[in-house]
T-cell receptor, first 113, second 114 residues
Framework: QKEVEQNSGPLSVPEGAIASLNCTYS??????FFWYRQYSGKSPELIMFIYSNGDKEDGRFTAQLNKASQYVSLLIRDSQPSDSATYLCAVNFGGSSGDKLTFGTGTRLAVRP | KAGVTQTPRYLIKTRGQQVTLSCSPI?????VSWYQQTPGQGLQFLFE???????NKGNFPGRFSGRQFSNSRSEMNVSTLELGDSALYLC?????????????FGPGTRLTVL
């Protein structure tokens, strides 16, 4: 059973700080990686995806992928109270697992004003 | 462009009944994936449909089934409902490949089984 692990949190950071969210996965051959944000009572919305090792930046968000160590992280710079949500990491393991996403259980982020 | 729509938004059923949920993907999207979300298990993949064919399947019992129509709309059915089936059921559409392309989620159907 291929797994995606996240710390459930809550991760509490002050407004303006950098929030660092981490995700580990069980298969080194995994192909694509996604970060979704889910506000309470709402459906998930995509923040970023990353396929290659290294960093990918989009505005205040940076995704970092290290396939050798099997982790992917999301950094949120200048955190705002509106960033308070659950962040879901999703991995496409591919191969025998098929072309589908496996989600972690999410990390709850709380940004203190 | 209209987003993913799901109907109904809320359902209350009793054990043993069956239920059908509907999902209309974003126009032009051909892949529809279904997920079950519960507080304890998080988002669990049910199945994916593409061109009216089930392309991937998760680890759920046969009581969970689905289908896709020629216009890409999809339905999922749960028969012989159990209390543990209470969950938020989300569908997500993507252009071609559910595991690779960006998935856009609908608002979900909240199912309560009494």
């Amino acid at each position: 059973q291929k797994e995606v692990e996240q710390n459930s949190g809550p991760l509490s950071v002050p407004e303006g700080a950098i929030a660092s969210l981490n995700c580990t996965y069980s298969d080194r051959g995994s192909q694509s990686f996604f970060w979704y944000r889910q506000y309470s009572g709402k459906s998930p919305e995509l923040i970023m995806f990353i396929y290659s090792n290294g960093d990918k930046e989009d505005g205040r968000f940076t995704a970092q992928l290290n396939k050798a160590s099997q982790y992917v992280s999301l950094l949120i710079r200048d955190s705002q109270p509106s960033d308070s949500a659950t962040y879901l990491c999703a991995v496409n393991f591919g191969g025998s697992s098929g072309d589908k996403l496996t989600f972690g259980t999410g990390t709850r982020l709380a940004v203190r004003p | 462009k209209a987003g993913v729509t799901q109907t109904p938004r809320y359902l209350i059923k009793t054990r043993g009944q069956q239920v059908t949920l509907s999902c209309s993907p974003i126009s032009g999207h051909r892949s529809v994936s279904w997920y079950q979300q519960t507080p304890g298990q998080g988002l669990q993949f049910l199945f994916e449909y593409f061109s009216e064919t089930q392309r991937n399947k998760g680890n759920f019992p046969g009581r969970f089934s689905g289908r896709q129509f020629s216009n890409s709309r999809s339905e999922m059915n749960v028969s012989t409902l159990e209390l543990g089936d209470s969950a938020l059921y989300l569908c997500a559409s993507s252009w071609f490949r559910g595991g690779t392309d960006t998935q856009y989620f609908g608002p979900g159907t909240r199912l309560t089984v009494l």
